[in-house]
């Protein structure tokens, strides 16, 4: 799975941080890190984080292009 997230829609509510800490991260106060390769023991926690984002500025798919690296 890969992850892309939309940061001209990201808020910074951090509710992924929450979720998925091995796979997001906040960098100061509005910047989001997060990485694109979702390893199979993360899958889950990042579908929560995905569905959880008020804004829906998270991205899930097998071939998702672009984004942070």
């Given amino acids: ?21 091995k796979m997001f991260e906040l960098h ?3 910047g989001l ?3 694109t390769a979702v390893p199979d023991d993360q ?4 579908r929560q984080a995905a569905a959880a984002c ?6 899930l ?4 292009s ?3 690296r």
């Fill in 54 to 59: 008020p804004v829906q500025a998270i991205l």
């Fill in 33 to 35: 890190l997060y990485a």
């Fill in 1 to 21: 799975m890969r992850t892309v997230v939309d940061l001209t829609r990201c808020q910074g509510y951090a509710q992924c941080v929450f979720l998925a800490p």
């Fill in 28 to 30: 100061g106060e509005e």
């Fill in 43 to 46: 899958v889950e926690r990042v």
């Fill in 66 to 68: 672009g984004g942070a």
């Fill in 61 to 64: 798919g097998e071939k998702v």
